[in-house]
């Protein structure tokens, strides 16, 4: 089994930036694909990023919302997925969810994620 912690989230004014982490314990995720999903209230869970596992960790896609604000970078060693939010909107805010799936490939449909982070909030003011 996987455990997923993520940490990072809170309040920030337009403009702003966070770095949100998801801690893994339980098991070495590097060669699993990690994802970052978020949930608005009232609408449908929908995806952020996400990054390939070895030996493809550098390969990353981003949801079109967030292409060139956001980057999704892991530490191996540390067992640990980040995402970086720059130039942060007030249509960012959502709780955040980490995802590992249990293979390499950087899926972009909430299914194919078979372990789940509690979420952290994250609540961009305008």
């Known amino acids: 089994q996987v455990q997923l912690v993520e940490s990072g989230g809170g309040l920030v004014q337009a403009g702003g930036s966070l770095r949100l982490s998801c801690a893994a314990s339980?098991?070495?995720?590097?060669?699993?694909?990690m994802g970052w999903f978020r949930q608005a209230p009232g609408k449908e869970r929908e995806f952020v990023a996400a990054?390939?596992?070895?030996?493809?960790?550098?390969?990353?896609v981003y949801t079109d919302s967030v292409e060139g604000r956001c980057t999704i970078p892991r530490d191996n060693a540390k067992n640990t997925v980040y995402l970086q939010m720059n130039s942060l909107r007030p249509e960012d805010t959502a709780v955040y969810y980490c995802a590992a799936a249990s293979d390499t490939y950087y899926y972009t449909r909430a299914g194919a994620y078979a372990y789940w982070g509690q979420g952290t909030q994250v609540t961009v003011s305008s």
């Open positions: 339980g098991r070495t995720v590097s060669s699993y694909a």
């Open positions: 990054i390939r596992g070895r030996p493809y960790s550098g390969r990353t």
